[in-house]
């Protein structure tokens, strides 16, 4: 009896999450804070809207990621990095949420310089792509685990955008060798037009094209 009880409670929450209404979390950022000073990597605190005004709020542990340790100049380093759960809410919804899945957060490789004299912090700017998908539960007292069935929603974070990693020079301890740390950094995701205006947008170029091929025809 209780494995057939574990399987039906599988059947339903395969069924349930199925489903669930997929929705579109278009724009948004996500803040990287270093945690070493807290025993932890770092936390990642994000916040994504999409259509209709819903929300997803989280706050989530970051396993490694360049710069969460100290770095030579001369390393190779990116502001990739990826989450596993979190805590956080949904518009609408008034309890605490434990959040299922994750968020991967991909940018391009790049070489940390060496500090000139007297520079203390670096800041650099790269492309990043989203991806991620998220499904929601009660949070159980610990704010660890699931302490109730997945709810209905699939939230899903794709798109492209902006990352801006910060470093601070730890060290200098020869001429041009620098030890950096990444203190944080900012992920901004770029807002995604909603069909409605795509389809604007393409009936103005289409009457624009219509104009300027009118007159030159004229």
């Known amino acids: 009896m209780p494995r057939l009880s574990l399987i039906i409670s599988a059947v339903i929450l395969f069924a349930a999450t199925c489903s669930a209404n997929t929705i579109d979390l278009t724009q948004g950022s996500a803040v990287l804070t270093n945690g070493l000073s807290q025993g932890i990597t770092g936390t990642l605190q994000f916040s994504f809207s999409g259509a209709g005004g819903i929300t997803l709020v989280g706050d989530s542990t970051v396993g490694s990621y360049c710069g969460a340790q100290t770095q030579l100049s001369g390393d190779v380093c990116s502001g990739s990095l990826n989450t596993l759960g979190g805590v956080g809410s949904v518009s609408g919804n008034p309890n605490t949420l434990f959040l299922v899945g994750g968020l991967n957060l991909t940018t391009p490789a790049f070489i940390l310089p060496s500090a000139q004299p007297g520079q203390t ?6 492309p990043v792509i989203f991806n991620g998908t998220f499904t929601t539960c009660l949070a159980a007292s610990d704010l660890t685990s699931c302490g109730g069935p997945i709810l209905l929603g699939v939230y899903n974070v794709n798109g492209n955008g902006t990352a801006v990693l910060q470093f601070i020079v730890l060290d200098t301890p020869a001429p041009g060798v620098t030890i950096w740390q990444m203190s944080g950094a900012t ?3 770029s807002p ?3 069909p409605n205006t795509m389809t604007l947008l393409g009936t103005g170029a289409t009457m624009l094209f219509g104009l ?3 007159k030159r025809l004229g």
């Not at 912090?121 to 790269?126: G, K, P, V």
């Open 121 to 126: 912090s670096l800041s650099i700017t790269l």
């Open 187 to 189: 992920y901004n995701l």
């Open 192 to 194: 995604v037009p909603e």
């Open 212 to 214: 300027i091929r009118r």
